[in-house]
């Protein structure tokens, strides 16, 4: 069963464009919602987090809205630049006090940004 | 140099051999995990450690086992490999309520 469910599985934007991907999830003991960036040769790293007491966490051109009530999480990407390419990886964990257990990763989103 | 560190980076090697990969931080963090990341998958969980003497199961953790040698040491064993855990392979630090620092990985082909 697939916990965490991410839509697309490639995405082309052109540069300047805005980029979104959407992750949806199951266990609404969730309590920390992470994306990564991963380039090729290289291992997954942390871009941005939130947890649920907020609506919206926004990081220079990297933005994600969280709406708890229909268990959906997304990232947005402005101004989006050729070096954003990469495979873009949501999460979600859950545990007491905050903690980190166990990552559920969603499939990936490979982004491709057109010049 | 790296936080975490993933040797081999590459391993090429036989239906049947025993391999190895290892992993080491100097973070200091407690935590460690072992992932496998497939084409179109994600990245999957097979084992973690919260510290030196905590070992537990992850997601797929059938085929594999691991030893976590030390706070800064944690190593995974293929027994008897097949072709179907032919993967890329992440190695991940943390402290409790931290996020999770991933090494480059070990890609492992097995023929």
């Known amino acids: 069963q697939q916990q965490v469910k991410q839509s697309p599985q490639s995405l082309i934007v052109q540069k300047g464009g805005i980029s979104i991907i959407n992750c949806a999830y199951e266990n609404t003991a969730f309590d920390y919602f992470p994306w990564y960036q991963q380039f090729p040769g290289k291992g997954p790293a942390l871009l941005i987090a939130i947890r649920p007491d907020v609506s919206e966490k926004k990081e220079g051109r990297f933005t994600i809205s969280f709406n708890k009530s229909a268990k959906q999480f997304s990232l947005h990407i402005m101004d989006s630049q050729p070096g954003d390419s990469a495979t873009y990886f949501c999460a979600a964990s859950k545990g007491d006090g905050g903690s980190q257990g166990n990552l559920i990763f969603g499939k990936g989103t490979k982004l491709s940004v057109k010049p | 140099d790296a936080d975490v560190t993933q040797t081999p980076r590459n391993r090429i090697t036989k239906t049947g051999k025993r391999i190895m990969l290892e992993c080491s931080q100097t973070?200091?963090?407690?935590?460690m995990y072992w992932y496998r990341q497939d084409p179109g998958l994600g990245l999957r969980l097979i084992y973690y450690?919260?510290?030196?003497?905590?070992?537990n199961k992850g997601e797929i953790s059938d085929g594999y086992s691991v030893s976590r040698q030390a706070q800064a040491k944690f190593s995974l064993s293929l027994e008897s490999a097949i072709p179907n855990q032919t993967a890329l392979y992440f190695c991940?630090?943390?402290?409790?309520?931290?996020?999770?620092?991933f090494g480059d990985g070990t890609r492992l082909s097995i023929l």
């Open positions: 973070k200091g963090h407690d935590r």
């Open positions: 450690s919260f510290d030196v003497k905590d070992i």
């Open positions: 991940a630090t943390s402290d409790p309520g931290q996020p999770q620092h």
